[in-house]
């Protein structure tokens, strides 16, 4: 059973959330110094949890957070207003010269999202290194897609990694559409569940 996430949870999700991500292929890309790349993360990435945590967004697998997911609900927007400001000095702050690419990227995910529509927004999900490969991250996935089928609405996300598209696929999402870096080196796949009556 999922544990919503409070503020004295945060920690906890944000370094599972980090160490997620490390190596997936397109953050990597978006923050290519390894040395700084979990500094850099936990800042970008800590915008969205901070957004979602006061609307109940954060969800953890146990209280350890070996699995954390942060999702806006319906109609909800990604980011607070004052959080979404922040992105661009983040990104200039980090990144130099790669800034405008790695932007141009962030651009591409807001063109990417369905429009006219409600529904649950998965913004990131992460497994903690030592408890990957048992289901727990999915297992997460599972429980929300399941509030979605019980309200009667859709699920959309973003696959940065071409290898967890499978995973999805087995919870009934579907790929939408695809977007590109830039440089065109990496492919994102948008993805989408339409509800499921039970």
Same mark, same amino acid.
């Given at each position: 059973? &999922?544990?919503? &996430?409070?503020?004295?949870?945060?920690?906890?999700?944000?370094?599972?959330?980090?160490?997620?991500?490390?190596?997936? +292929?397109?953050?990597?890309?978006?923050?290519?110094?390894?040395?700084?790349?979990?500094?850099?993360?936990?800042e970008?990435?800590?915008? *969205?949890?901070? /957004?979602?945590? +006061?609307?109940?967004?954060?969800? $953890?697998?146990? @209280?350890?957070?070996?699995?954390?997911?942060?999702?806006?609900?319906p109609?909800?927007?990604?980011?607070? @207003?004052?959080?979404? &400001?922040?992105?661009?000095?983040?990104?200039? !702050? *980090?990144?130099?010269?790669?800034?405008?690419?790695?932007?141009?990227?962030?651009?591409? #995910?807001?063109?990417?999202?369905?429009?006219?529509?409600? #529904?649950? *927004?998965? /913004?990131?999900?992460?497994?903690?290194?030592?408890?990957?490969? !048992?289901?727990?991250?999915?297992?997460?996935?599972a429980?929300?897609?399941?509030?979605?089928?019980?309200?009667?609405?859709?699920?959309?996300?973003?696959?940065?990694?071409?290898?967890?598209?499978?995973? *999805?696929?087995?919870? =009934? #999402?579907? &790929?939408?559409?695809? #977007?590109?870096?830039? =440089?065109? /080196?990496?492919?994102?796949?948008? $993805?989408?569940r =339409? +509800?499921? /009556?039970?």
């Amino acid at each position: 059973m &999922a544990i919503v &996430a409070t503020e004295a949870h945060r920690d906890a999700v944000m370094e599972t959330i980090v160490h997620a991500f490390n190596a997936d +292929p397109l953050w990597s890309w978006m923050f290519p110094d390894d040395e700084r790349r979990a500094e850099q993360h936990a800042e970008i990435f800590g915008l *969205y949890v901070n /957004s979602a945590l +006061p609307r109940g967004g954060v969800w $953890m697998s146990d @209280e350890r957070a070996s699995a954390a997911a942060v999702f806006t609900q319906p109609g909800e927007p990604e980011l607070t @207003e004052a959080d979404d &400001a922040k992105v661009e000095p983040i990104f200039r !702050k *980090y990144l130099g010269d790669h800034a405008t690419a790695a932007l141009e990227t962030v651009h591409r #995910f807001e063109a990417a999202i369905p429009q006219g529509r409600t #529904f649950y *927004y998965l /913004s990131l999900l992460g497994t903690h290194a030592d408890s990957r490969g !048992k289901g727990i991250g999915m297992g997460l996935l599972a429980e929300l897609v399941a509030l979605a089928d019980r309200e009667g609405q859709p699920t959309y996300l973003e696959s940065t990694n071409p290898d967890n598209n499978r995973r *999805y696929e087995r919870l =009934d #999402f579907k &790929a939408q559409g695809s #977007f590109t870096t830039p =440089d065109d /080196s990496h492919t994102v796949t948008t $993805m989408w569940r =339409d +509800p499921v /009556s039970r």
